[in-house]
């Protein structure tokens, strides 16, 4: 009984040992990732996004990065945001900077919560990569949403990961600016005393 188990074991460890291969051989011809904040909570976002093209005849000089616009029930607000060339390095890999203002294209009043999902627009063979049934990509999506306690603590927090040095030093000073000013008061109640 013992050998039948192991026998059995042993067949699935190959089996899934060889489905690993199979899925690790097949790669994204192009992928696109987002290498700034996932989420945002102020309309005017500063994007960085990377592609990299593993199949290099994937890429010409008329593919552009652009981006769709959806609300919170993945309805499409805006289908075709602005066009961006990508500069490629010699791997291939093109890494795009965007303002991305939802101002112009949304009423963020009506839409509090709103999806910004990237694609690569190809002019010269005339397709998205969204549209292409022979890709299998993953499109990266970012969030945007109107939450006044989330925006702020994401200004600390930026503050406190990007400018470590800068956000320790002002509240030190802070600090020591209400220390001060507790001790001229402490001083004044005794000198009136």
Do not use: C
């Amino acid at each position: 009984m013992k050998i039948h188990s192991l026998a059995i074991i042993l067949v699935m460890l190959v089996i899934s040992s060889f489905s690993d291969i199979r899925a690790s051989e097949k790669s994204n011809e192009i992928e696109i990732s987002v290498l700034s904040n996932q989420e945002y909570y102020q309309p005017n976002m500063e994007v960085e996004v990377q592609v990299k093209f593993n199949n290099h005849d994937k890429y010409n000089d008329q593919v552009y990065l652009s981006y769709h616009i959806y609300d919170n029930e993945e309805k499409e607000l805006v289908w075709e945001g602005e066009r961006l060339p990508i500069q490629l390095d010699e791997e291939f890999i093109g890494k795009v900077n965007l303002n991305i203002d939802l101002t112009k294209y949304v009423d963020i009043d009506k839409n509090e919560v709103v999806y910004v999902k990237f694609d690569l627009v190809d002019e010269k063979n005339v397709y998205w990569l969204s549209d292409n049934k022979e890709e299998d990509s993953q499109l990266p999506i970012i969030k945007y949403e109107k939450n006044k306690f989330k925006e702020y603590l994401n200004i600390y927090t930026s503050a406190f990961t990007e400018h470590t040095i800068i956000f320790i030093l002002n509240f030190a000073t802070f600090i020591g600016a209400i220390y001060f000013i507790y001790r001229i008061g402490v001083k004044r109640k005794a000198h009136k005393n």
